[in-house]
């Protein structure tokens, strides 16, 4: 009989396209469970990743973050994240990615969150629209942000 080591295998951690957390079909729900594996979620050149004694590797779908929720406060956009967390957004990081979903930049820049439908259409309805372009564009503190597929 092996030892307790010798029989651990790595969890095969994933975070669907929904924000949701996985250790391989079984959903992993418990609040405190998810705040760990957030507040431990890392990103480097070979990929997600949570570091403990040994590096577990985080299959991503996405984006590790949902924005569920996205205001105007001022010349600031603030959003509302999928882990309950709110912080404000630099408009300049949001970019409009595959199927019209937009994106922007969460947790200080070190990681990149898809707008959920609901906050999407709350960013649309904070932007002008130009017909005759297809463009919009977010106004915020004197600035003009388009809202456009990346080049």
Not at 119 to 145: N, V
Request: charge should be negative; charged fraction near 25%; proline fraction near 6%.
């Amino acid at each position: 009989m092996g030892t307790p080591e010798s029989d651990w295998t790595l969890p095969a951690l994933r975070i669907d396209a929904d924000g949701d957390w996985f250790d391989g079909l079984v959903a992993v729900t418990h609040p405190g469970v998810l705040d760990n594996l957030r507040s431990g979620l890392r990103r480097d050149a070979a990929g997600y990743f949570i570091q403990t004694r040994v590096r577990i590797p985080v299959e991503v779908a996405d984006a590790p973050f949902v924005v569920t929720r996205i205001e105007r406060r001022g010349d600031r956009l603030h959003a509302h994240l999928n882990d309950g967390a709110e912080e404000d957004v630099d408009a300049a990081t949001l970019r409009i990615g595959p199927g019209e979903v937009p994106y922007c930049a969460v947790k200080a820049g070190a990681f990149e969150a898809r707008l959920s439908r609901a906050a999407a259409f709350q960013l649309l309805a904070l932007a002008e629209y130009d017909a005759a372009t297809g463009r919009g564009t977010l106004r915020l503190g004197g600035r003009a942000i388009p809202l456009r597929r990346p080049a």
